[in-house]
C-alpha cells in the first residue's frame, strides 16, 4: 500500500499558502519551495484558471484570477473581498506612502509606520478637517484589518500604547493598487474633502 506521503507534491505547503493569500520573501522556506518548483506551481494553477504572480524584487507572489470570457468571468476559485471606503483610503495613503519611500530610499529598505505617524500625515495633508473624520478615529482597527490582507506585517505590538505599535509597509501593496488607481482616488477624496 502506497504512503501518503509519497503522493504529495513537493511544493504542497507553497499551493496551499498561495490559497491562503499571499507569500513573502521573509517566508524563507516556503519562498525557497515557491522559486525552486515554481514552474510546477505555475502549471498546476494554469489548470484550474488562476495565474502566480511572483515578484522577486519586491519579494512577494499572489494568485491572480484568470478571465474566461470577454465579460470579464472568472472560474470563482477565489473569492473576492471588496474594500470598505474607510480601508481603501487607508490602502490608498500607504500606497503613496511607499511610493514617496521608494523615491528617496534604497530599494531594499522598508517602510515602518506606526497609527501614530500615520495620524501625524493625515494631520498634515488635512488640518483641521481630520478629528471628525472616522478613519481618523478608527485608525487603528484599519490598520490591523491592513494586516489582515497582508499589506502591513506587524513588527512591534504596544498593547498600552496602540498609536505606538509598528507596521512594516508589505509591496504587495502595489499589485492591488496602481498608480493609475492611486491618481484617481487621490483626485476623488480631494474633492470629498473639499465639502466637508
Given at each position: 500500500m502506497e504512503h501518503p506521503k509519497e503522493t504529495i507534491?513537493?511544493?504542497?505547503?507553497?499551493?496551499?499558502?498561495?490559497?491562503?493569500?499571499?507569500?513573502?520573501?521573509d517566508q524563507r522556506e516556503?519562498?525557497?519551495?515557491?522559486?525552486?518548483?515554481?514552474?510546477?506551481v505555475k502549471n498546476y494553477f494554469e489548470k484550474?484558471?488562476?495565474?502566480?504572480?511572483?515578484?522577486?524584487?519586491?519579494?512577494?507572489?499572489?494568485?491572480?484570477?484568470?478571465?474566461?470570457?470577454?465579460?470579464?468571468?472568472t472560474l470563482g476559485l477565489m473569492r473576492r473581498m471588496p474594500l470598505t471606503y474607510e480601508?481603501?483610503?487607508?490602502?490608498?495613503?500607504?500606497?503613496?506612502?511607499l511610493m514617496e519611500f521608494e523615491q528617496d530610499e534604497l530599494q531594499r529598505a522598508r517602510l515602518i509606520i506606526s497609527p501614530g505617524t500615520f495620524?501625524?500625515?493625515?494631520?498634515?495633508?488635512?488640518?483641521?478637517?481630520?478629528?471628525?473624520?472616522?478613519?481618523?478615529?478608527?485608525?487603528?482597527?484599519?490598520m490591523m484589518?491592513?494586516?489582515?490582507?497582508?499589506?502591513?506585517?506587524?513588527?512591534?505590538?504596544?498593547?498600552?500604547h496602540p498609536d505606538a505599535c509598528r507596521y512594516e509597509v508589505k509591496r504587495i501593496i502595489k499589485a492591488r493598487i496602481t498608480n493609475r488607481e492611486?491618481?484617481?482616488f487621490k483626485n476623488q477624496l480631494q474633492d470629498e474633502l473639499k465639502s466637508i
Open positions: 507534491a513537493p511544493y504542497a505547503r507553497s499551493i496551499t499558502k498561495l490559497l491562503q493569500g499571499a507569500v513573502f520573501d516556503l519562498w525557497n519551495q515557491l522559486l525552486e518548483y515554481q514552474e510546477d484550474i484558471g488562476l495565474r502566480l504572480i511572483i515578484d522577486r524584487r519586491d519579494g512577494y507572489a499572489y494568485l491572480k484570477q484568470v478571465e474566461i470570457d470577454e465579460k470579464g468571468n480601508l481603501t483610503v487607508v490602502c490608498v495613503f500607504l500606497r503613496e506612502w495620524r501625524d500625515r493625515l494631520k498634515l495633508i488635512f488640518n483641521e478637517h481630520v478629528h471628525d473624520w472616522k478613519l481618523f478615529k478608527d485608525l487603528n482597527r484599519y484589518e491592513c494586516e489582515k490582507m497582508g499589506f502591513l506585517k506587524l513588527i512591534t505590538n504596544d498593547t498600552t492611486l491618481e484617481h
